[in-house]
């Protein structure tokens, strides 16, 4: 069964500094990743996803993430964070078989102070 | 924004009645996929269609259910509506490729409070 784990409810960062949402997947057979932001009462919009290829992944909004096969992790990452990066981030993995059916993992508000 | 709409925006309903949601994907997308997002949790598939079929379908009762239309736009109904039905219900639309890898775009939402 594939399933995604984001281990932290919450990540708060200072304005200016680097952030890091944590994200580990558990599949059988190739991943397929994503990351989406949510903001409030406004629905899911894509950042970036992992198909195959470089690990680390470029997005938007100057977001990247880096797949990591041997830890089973795609971490999303952002070199300098913004106040307006302050959302609700959400990692998926596809399904093996059902290609549109996606697992998404529980969410981690990120807050980005002044 | 994605070009997918849904409507309503918000609705408010009573225990035991029924509800119909609308979507429309987005220019050139043939699928359509349905998620429940409850309070503080994560998107939850409910199920998926593509050219009129139902093609997938989540751990939802069989009074959750859909329909797609020849334009691709797409319906969710909910029969005999319980207080754990509250919850932000998203439409996804895509267009899968030979690869298969397409990406879902969400729509806004619709937020539905049974009382």
Redesign the interface.
Known sequence: AQSVAQPEDQVNVAEGNPLTVKCTYSVSGNPYLFWYVQYPNRGLQFLLKYITGDNLVKGSYGFEAEFNKSQTSFHLKKPSALVSDSALYFCAVRDQYNFNKFYFGSGTKLNVKP | E?G?T?SPTHLIKTRGQQVTLRCSSQSGHN?V?W?QQAL??????IF?Y?REEE??R?NFPPRFSGLQFPNYSSELNVNALELDDSALY?C?S?S?SV???D???????T?LTVL
């Open positions: 994605t997918v849904q699928t996929s998620y503080g949790q994560g998107p939850q598939f998926q593509y093609n997938g989540g998203l996804a895509s899968p690869a298969n890898t990406t879902q775009y969400f729509g806004p939402g937020r």
